[in-house]
């Protein structure tokens, strides 16, 4: 099966910009959507189709898919921006979600 | 506004059924497909399975085929996750959710979460 590999955490400092990768397999042939998750909340989709923001989500994130990564990255990161943030993809050759294992965004 | 709202959720004793529901409003039901996510404590995301608009596609993570049935009812803007032989790593956050229409393979919206606790 897929494996979207993610870093555990990642620590930014307010103002200065976060980048959150995803790898896997020529991850650039598939979509990849972003997840943001706060303490007992449910998840918000940050992220679309690799690099569409849905409505209501601030124009700081952003994401790109190349090669074997995909990017998530957020600019002028706000303390509110702390959160755990999950990519997935549609693995086509199984017909199943994947997510991966999530990176704790610390600001 | 979308919305889900699940319910169903409890304690039940491994090997045990439960079934979990999951009402959507503010969108025409009947044009998305539909999810299941869960969330073990402490652990990240988990997706659980799908099924198209119409029920007529349905897929499954392989540690809950066999055991998972998932199902909809369009006229009552309802979905189901029919849980058999329950185990204690089944222990999540069920969460569901809404696809993103036709093609889209993301969960666009989600719902708040139901508890499933599985222990004796």
């Known amino acids: 099966s897929y494996v979207l590999t993610q870093p555990p955490s990642v620590a930014v400092a307010p103002g200065k910009t976060a980048t959150i990768t995803c790898g896997g397999n020529?991850?650039?042939?598939?979509?990849v959507h972003w997840y943001q998750q706060k303490p007992g909340q449910a998840p918000v989709l940050v992220i679309s189709?690799?690099?569409d923001r849905p409505s209501g989500i601030p124009e700081r994130f952003s994401g790109s898919n190349s090669g074997n990564t995909a990017t998530l990255t957020i600019s002028r990161v706000e303390a509110g921006d702390e959160a755990d943030y999950y990519c997935?993809?549609?693995?086509?050759?199984?017909?199943?979600?994947?997510f991966g294992g999530g990176t704790k965004l610390t600001v | 506004e979308v919305q889900l709202l699940e319910s169903g959720g409890g304690l039940v004793q491994p090997g045990g059924s439960l079934r979990l529901s999951c009402a959507g409003s503010?969108?025409?039901?009947?044009?998305?497909?539909m999810n299941w996510v869960r969330q073990a404590p402490g652990k990240g995301l988990e997706w659980v399975s799908a099924?198209?608009?119409?029920?007529?596609?349905?897929y499954y993570a392989d540690s809950v085929k066999g055991r998972f049935t998932i199902s909809r009812d369009n006229s009552k803007n309802t979905l189901h996750l029919q849980m058999t032989s329950l185990r204690a790593e089944d222990t999540a956050i069920y969460y569901c959710?809404?696809?993103?229409?036709?093609?889209?393979?993301?969960?666009?919206?989600w719902g708040q979460g139901s508890q499933v606790t599985v222990s004796s």
């Open positions: 959710g809404r696809g993103g229409g036709v093609g889209a393979t993301m969960v666009e919206y």
């Open positions: 503010g969108f025409t039901f009947s044009s998305y497909a």
């Open positions: 099924i198209d608009n119409i029920g007529s596609s349905i």
């Open positions: 020529n991850i650039e042939s598939k979509s």
């Open positions: 189709f690799d690099a």
């Open positions: 997935q993809v549609w693995d086509s050759n199984s017909d199943h979600r994947v």
